[in-house]
């Protein structure tokens, strides 16, 4: 339907195909296509949905009727956010009755990289079947699957996330709050990492909330799996470095929060199989990308080494910082006093991972280096520590920094009790292989009240595989991913896609030689 409630043509696109391949699908039979030898060129089926959703009583507003969308299905009712990469609107989903929010993302095959991840990223979600974890729940099928340029990745849609409840003064969260908070991340943190997969950018925008509570970890843009097919060691290396801390919520967090949208989901399907990336880091340990994770949520081993060489114990340092802004979020007791609810590590430089090193920031402000300010909260790195360093520059590095004392916690968060305090501190242990992993901190006192080892679970289909996308394979992976969310495409869709463009050219042509003639049509 269009602005003004009269139904949009939802065949009529725009497809094209070179002379090369044109000629390849001709024949001298009568110009039908070698693939369909008796003449009869199929068409790709309305999806089977279709007949069962209601007439639609609503109106396309205006400025969504360019969205390539099933709008019988999905009624969009607002935008709500719009960046770089396209724009995020809030829906609702006719076939189920739930909110979801759609994910406009422009020119998809433009650059090879962004293309890549976001392969990797709806490769990954699709794999994923977890409560505390961020579903796909449909893949807009494109209308010329030949030459789309645009996708559209439906969500489900939560209230808030956590980045923004931080900034919500009149918001305060008790013990309780915390601990069942934690306890969500963990247990979609065990179920990541026993898919052989490293998030690599957990923040407090990518946590997101419901009114009741629950909990989703969202943004799989900077997740690697450790099953890809091969692994390019120098990908993504300068176009998915250093976020801008005053811009940390990732722009990925728009796409699927909203203050009004609500949604549950259902459970997962898993086993309590050993498969854990948890249980040690030398069996995990791959060369990848070293520009990894938002800066305040950074691993002390990534700048400090640089080298791409870190294991899932990225993810569990990056938890307890978010862990920590949650107890930030203590209540006093004072309305008129409230802790400061900032990152535990706002840095504003990370040598050798940022061109500069510390210096001033355009408001004047010293720009303190990540490490620096890390050392400033855990002390310097003990004699021991410093021994097991594994390089020299590492240890060059950190002795030419002014030696502190680690600060107390338990005045930093007064109100918050010795076992919260105690997690803390182990998750935010100076080195990864001293850092307690995800099943440790399942078991820590601190969870026992919400604990339960039935909800402890592993992906039962093991590790998720990633096949390597090329610049001359990425489209027809992004497809097999629309596929999976659209059984009514076939498997032979480019066979089907490209003979009726044939056909298409044929009929406006009059059957005329191909050479030289351009081969596209509006139908």
Not at 112 to 129: G, H, P, Q, T
Not at 453 to 473: D, L, S
Request: charged share 25%.
């Amino acid at each position: 339907m269009d602005g003004s409630g009269t139904p949009m043509d939802m065949g009529s696109h725009h497809m094209s195909i070179d002379n090369s391949s044109a000629a390849a699908l001709s024949s001298n039979n009568g110009g039908q296509s070698n693939y369909f030898p008796n003449g009869e060129i199929p068409s790709i089926p309305e999806p089977a949905y279709a007949a069962s959703l209601p007439t639609p009583t609503w109106r396309v507003k205006p400025q969504f009727a360019g969205w390539e969308i099933d709008h019988r299905r999905f009624e969009i009712t607002k935008q709500l956010g719009k960046g770089s990469y396209g724009s995020v609107v809030e829906a609702i989903d006719h076939l189920t009755g739930k909110k979801v929010a759609i994910k406009r993302i422009t020119q998809v095959f433009e650059v090879f990289e962004n293309a890549k991840r976001i392969y990797r990223e709806v490769r990954i979600l699709r794999s994923l079947d977890h409560p505390n974890i961020i579903k796909i729940v449909h893949i807009q099928a494109p209308p010329d699957l030949l030459n789309f340029v645009d996708l559209y990745v439906v969500f489900e849609c939560m209230d808030t996330d956590f980045a923004k409840l931080t900034k919500d003064d009149s918001q305060c969260l008790t013990i309780a709050h915390v601990r069942w908070f934690l306890y969500q991340m963990l247990l979609g943190m065990k179920y990541i990492h026993s898919a052989r997969i490293i998030h690599r950018d957990i923040k407090p925008a990518n946590v997101l909330l419901t009114e009741a509570c629950d909990l989703k970890l969202c943004d799989f843009g900077l997740a690697r799996t450790l099953e890809e097919d091969e692994v390019d060691d120098n990908e993504d290396r300068d176009n998915f470095g250093i976020a801008n801390p005053k811009d940390h919520e990732h722009e990925h967090s728009m796409v699927l929060s909203s203050m009004e949208g609500h949604n549950n989901t259902g459970a997962s399907s898993s086993s309590s199989s050993n498969t854990s990336l948890s249980t040690g880091p030398d069996a995990v340990r791959r060369q990848m990308t070293r520009h990894v994770v938002t800066r305040w949520y950074r691993a002390p081993e990534l700048p400090l080494y640089n080298d791409g060489d870190y294991t899932p114990a990225i993810d569990v340092w990056a938890v307890g910082c978010v862990y920590a802004e949650m107890l930030g979020m203590l209540d006093t007791g004072d309305s008129e006093q409230r802790y400061d609810r900032k990152a535990l590590f706002p840095g504003g430089s990370c040598y050798p991972m940022s061109k500069d090193r510390g210096g001033k920031s355009r408001d004047g402000k010293e720009k303190k280096d990540q490490l620096q300010v890390i050392m400033e909260i855990l002390g310097t790195p003990t004699d021991d520590e410093m021994r097991r360093l594994r390089t020299d520059d590492a240890r060059a590095y950190v002795n030419q920094l002014k030696r502190r004392n680690p600060e107390d916690l338990s005045r930093r968060f007064p109100t918050a009790p010795p076992d919260a305090l105690d997690l803390l501190r182990k998750f935010l242990r100076f080195l990864p292989e001293d850092r307690l992993t995800i099943d440790e901190a399942l078991a820590h006192p601190f969870l026992k009240a919400n604990r339960n080892i039935n909800q402890e679970i592993n992906r039962r289909e093991g590790p998720v595989h990633v096949r390597k996308a090329t610049p001359e394979t990425v489209r027809q992976l992004m497809v097999e991913e629309v596929r999976a969310y659209n059984p009514h495409i076939p498997s032979n869709w480019e066979e089907i896609c490209a003979a009726q463009v044939y056909a298409a050219w044929l009929g406006n042509n009059n059957g005329n030689d191909n050479n030289g003639m351009n081969l596209s049509s509006n139908h």
